[in-house]
């Protein structure tokens, strides 16, 4: 049984270019979730995608968009790099059904830093 | 709203010793709870999670954690450490059905 997983692994861009981070959840999932872990800190929400659709944003720009395909595997797109973007970005998914309260289960994420 | 609290970015123990981190939550409404694990280079392990009933929570690898309403807190716990236990360790609460983190604890573990 497939985990989540995450591709690429690493990346390396430069200020003001866009980047596309790719997510294909857990087996019997359709909803995943996405999250930025700057180093040293706790992951934070982006947001959330089911049904195709964007169901919940955390406090991030425009700049970070999404998309999930009829498969349930996501993108996340950043436009604009900067410094700041410099993170881990992870890729959670969840069934939707019996989401409150069951835990969402997590790829190894995508390291992406930006010079 | 929720919210989370680490207390000590940094704990070391002995192999052996007991293993206590921190958790204090912040909730407007009945929690859910969670403990995340984290290795070098890995994304979030899910440890265990509490959601109602039994307040002592039992995980993988050894580790329980206790939900006490009435200190809002969800300490983890685990009788004896192992080498293999140092990592960094995130508890988070669910806010409306995403995850709200904590900022994280090292454990590191010396023989």
């Known amino acids: 049984d497939a985990g989540v997983t995450q591709s690429p692994t690493h990346l390396i861009k430069t200020r003001g270019q866009q980047v596309t981070l790719r997510c294909s959840p857990k087996s019997g999932h359709d909803t995943v979730s996405w999250y930025q872990q700057a180093l040293g800190q706790g992951p934070q929400f982006i947001f959330q995608y089911y049904e195709e659709e964007e169901r919940q944003r955390g406090n991030f720009p425009d700049r970070f968009s999404g998309h999930q395909f009829p498969n349930y595997s996501s993108e996340l797109n950043v436009n604009a790099l900067l410094l700041g973007d410099s993170a881990l970005y992870l890729c959670?998914?969840?069934?939707?059904?019996?989401?409150?309260?069951?835990?969402?289960?997590f790829g190894d994420g995508t390291r992406l830093s930006i010079l | 709203a929720q919210s989370v609290t680490q207390l000590g970015s940094h704990v070391s123990v002995s192999e052996g010793a007991l293993v206590l981190l921190r958790c204090n939550y912040s909730s407007s409404v009945p929690p859910y709870l969670f403990w995340y694990v984290q290795y070098p280079n890995q994304g979030l392990q899910l440890l265990l999670k509490?959601?109602?009933?039994?307040?002592l929570v039992k995980g993988i690898n050894g580790f329980e954690a206790e939900f006490k309403k009435s200190e809002t807190s969800f300490h983890l716990t685990k009788p004896s450490a192992h080498m293999s236990d140092a990592a960094e360790y995130f508890c988070a609460v669910t806010l409306d059905d995403k995850l709200i983190f904590g900022t994280g604890t090292r454990l590191q573990v010396f023989p």
């Open positions: 509490y959601t109602t009933g039994a307040t």
């Open positions: 959670a998914s969840s069934l939707a059904w019996d989401r409150v309260g069951q835990p969402q289960h």
